[in-house]
């Protein structure tokens, strides 16, 4: 996988934004003219961007972090003759991009692949390179 859920990018968040500050304009105008909001979906009035104001975007969130250290978790479990050597870079090697949410993508990937593998921590994790 490239890489796990994300937050919307930069230019998303600008869109979703520009969205908000539009249907505000609309409901504003519909209420200034006197007209019906009957057809107009109730959530749409003052509905904001749960994104708004955000100054940064695209980032590897909580849900797609779980995502891949599950995905490395079943991976273990429904190969596990595949994993049966003690850990080196050169036989399991894992690989990313430098982008950040790639990058991070990869370490939660290692992390439920290798998990119960190691000795740090309560998960008894074990360190590996990406």
């Given at each position: 996988a490239r890489h796990g859920t994300r937050s919307p990018t930069k230019k998303r968040i600008r869109?979703?934004?520009?969205?908000?500050?539009?249907?505000?304009?609309?409901?504003?105008?519909?209420?200034?003219?006197?007209?019906?909001?009957?057809?107009?979906?109730?959530?749409?009035?003052?509905w904001k961007s749960p994104w708004q104001g955000r100054l940064r975007g695209g980032?590897?969130?909580?849900?797609?972090?779980?995502?891949?250290?599950?995905?490395?978790?079943?991976?273990?479990?429904?190969?596990?003759s595949l994993f049966d050597e003690?850990?080196?870079?050169?036989?399991?090697?894992?690989?990313?991009?430098?982008?950040?949410?790639?990058?991070?993508?990869a370490v939660a990937f290692g992390m439920g692949l290798f998990s119960g593998n190691g000795t740090l921590g309560p998960g008894h994790h074990r360190a590996f390179s990406v």
């Open positions: 869109d979703l934004d520009n969205l908000s500050a539009h249907l505000e304009v609309l409901i504003r105008d519909v209420k200034d003219r006197h007209l019906s909001l009957e057809r107009v979906p109730s959530w749409l009035n003052g980032e590897l969130i909580r849900r797609g972090e779980e995502e891949l250290y599950e995905l490395g978790v079943r991976i273990r479990e429904r190969f596990p003690d850990y080196h870079p050169d036989i399991y090697p894992i690989k990313a991009t430098q982008i950040p949410r790639a990058s991070a993508s």
